[in-house]
């Protein structure tokens, strides 16, 4: 610009001094219709340079211009994405510091304006389930139900956590609709196996749950913890539906026709022996537990038997006599006797065998050996030494 500048200030010199060395101006008639302009040379030359100039500088001007418009508009129209997006940070910020009021407000606020409309309807959804406001909740799910996302835009972590929000909310409906939309990424993914499970249970779909067993153990994800309290769930559920639905014969039945490797399972024992008791079905139950105690081999199966609501049943007393009369100071077999006989409401005798446990030289009872001696006691009157058992407990 600036040699366009200098070569236009020669130009003119040179244009100005020219006629002025050779003594002659020069005439310029410009003739339009009937109107006639007539000016020197010079003044046509400046004045054409001047419009040239003019020109070149409007042209920049307007290139500068042009720049600064689409930069100012761009500024203005996203303006309100841009403040989302940083909404929608300081949303996730807030909902891993555990402010799931603030981040509620802010994700549910960038929702509209934001590319990440679907997550963070989700989110906001699992902050305001985390505060207990239900209406919140929902709503956030169902202003879900109008996004049009696919999973392959939200992927399966969508779809879990959706599921999973549903079922806190109770909605199991909507829970089982939406898993049975997926059902062929359950084989692949343990997280939708998991919600498959817990949902069958809440359901009350005990066999189904109970298949799916076999496909949850292989998972190295799923804790043993967690296998094991559904099965738990799922077999005490199956084998109460079969008194209510049909009777004992059919318990008894149900159980024969499971696999052997899910009879030889301690829990499902246990459960199985907890079903029984509680219907106060003994001859099958005797039945199953007498080998177990005569063997005297399977320690945390025997020591669950304790907790079992067991009526009095003399054969069961037996066995575990013949074990305590073997060996007078074993800590199991006395804590067995005691509790059959505080079943059987035979309390000296349980007194006896929970004095002798109490006694050995090192502490081998736990909480529930102390519990049911208090009760003991408690129901023959000795109410001080019932009292001092019951403070053991919290020591």
């Not at 065998?353 to 736990?366: G, I, K, T, W």
């Amino acid at each position: 610009m600036k040699r366009l500048l200098l070569l236009l200030i020669l130009f003119l010199s040179v244009v100005v001094v020219t006629p002025m060395l050779i003594g002659e101006k020069g005439y310029i008639l410009i003739s339009i219709g009937d109107s006639a302009i007539e000016t020197t040379v010079i003044t046509a030359i400046i004045t054409l340079a001047l419009c040239f100039f003019t020109l070149a500088l409007i042209i920049k001007f307007f290139r500068g211009g042009v720049n600064f418009s689409f930069k100012a508009w761009n500024k203005i129209a996203f303006a309100s994405r841009r403040k989302a997006l940083k909404d929608f940070n300081k949303g996730i910020a807030a909902y891993v510091l555990g402010d799931y009021k603030q981040a509620e407000h802010l994700l549910a606020k960038s929702a509209d304006g934001s590319t990440f409309e679907h997550i963070a309807y989700l989110v906001a959804a699992d902050a305001a389930q985390k505060q207990a406001l239900k209406p919140n909740t929902d709503h956030y799910l169902g202003l879900l139900e109008n996004t049009t996302t696919s999973i392959k835009e939200t992927g399966l972590e969508a779809i879990i956590i959706k599921v999973k929000l549903l079922m806190g909310q109770k909605n199991y409906q909507l829970a089982r609709t939406i898993i049975d939309e997926h059902h062929k990424h359950i084989g692949h993914d343990a997280r939708l196996l998991k919600l498959e499970i817990e949902l069958s249970l809440i359901e009350q779909r005990f066999d189904y749950a109970i298949k799916q067993f076999n496909a949850a153990q292989k998972e190295k994800s799923i804790s043993i913890e967690t296998i094991t309290l559904w099965q738990q769930q799922a077999f005490y559920g199956a084998f109460n539906q079969q008194i209510k639905q049909h009777d004992s014969s059919a318990l008894v039945e149900y159980w024969q026709q499971l696999p052997k490797k899910i009879k030889q399972n301690e829990v499902v024992i246990m459960t199985y022996c907890q079903v029984l008791a509680e219907n106060q079905i003994n001859e099958p139950l005797a039945k199953l537990l007498l080998p177990i105690i005569k063997k005297g081999n399977a320690l945390s199966l025997l020591k669950a038997l304790r907790t079992l609501p067991i009526t009095h049943d003399d054969s069961l007393m037996a066995a575990a006599q013949k074990h305590l009369h073997n060996q007078p100071n074993n800590a199991l077999w006395l804590s067995l006797v005691a509790h059959f006989a505080a079943a059987s409401k035979q309390w000296s005798l349980a007194e006896k065998a929970f004095n002798s446990l109490v006694n050995l030289e090192e502490q081998q009872y736990d909480k529930i050996d102390l519990l049911t001696f208090s009760q003991v006691l408690e129901h023959q009157g000795l109410l001080d030494k019932a009292n001092q058992v019951l403070r053991k407990i919290h020591l």
